[in-house]
């Protein structure tokens, strides 16, 4: 069971889940799951939205011959940020470490991670960003559940139902947010 931290906006957050709470609804981080790739107070924040699939493929939009490899690659938008731009990421898991990106990687470097075992390579359009405190005051308010990923993280599916999932999977308090619905008012 994933336990959120206490007081996650005075830590760095690299390699965290942030799951939006459900008083995000609508806009881009309705119901979004975001691995937060750089985090620092003085800073900002750097993450992608993990699952919310475009429906397309690499192959569906790049049509040259050095991303043949690559097109049968998911397409993701990653978040409100620089959405006209696609890129890819690597992700995977360490025993030490925990659940580890690098992201807006050529595609030769996707090729190469592609290869490798454990690795998971997705394509993105946008990413999400913040500025230096901006992340910290949504958690004060209580945008954004933190949990750290679960080993299995990158074996689940990273569509609509990685939210729930993810939420059920942290406690019986979760599980209810989990559970009901989109709108509590149209019952």
Sequence with gaps: ????????????LEGRLLIASPTLHGGSFDHSV??????????????LILNHPTGKVVGDLLKEPLFHPLR??????GGPVSENN???AALWWEKN???CVIHQISAEEAIKHQKKPGRLVRAFVGYSGWSPGQLENELENNSWIVTLPAAE?????????LWAH???????YHKILADAPRNPYAN
Excluded: W, Y
């Design 72 to 77: 049968n690659i998911s397409v993701h938008k």
């Design 34 to 47: 975001v691995l937060l790739s750089r985090h620092s107070q003085a800073d900002g924040a750097l993450g």
């Design 1 to 12: 069971m994933n336990i959120p931290d206490p007081s996650p906006a005075d830590t760095v």
């Design 166 to 172: 993810t939420l059920r999977s942290m406690s019986p």
């Design 97 to 99: 470490n925990g659940l």
């Design 153 to 161: 993280f990158l074996g689940l599916s990273h569509d609509q139902s």
């Design 86 to 88: 696609l890129f890819f």
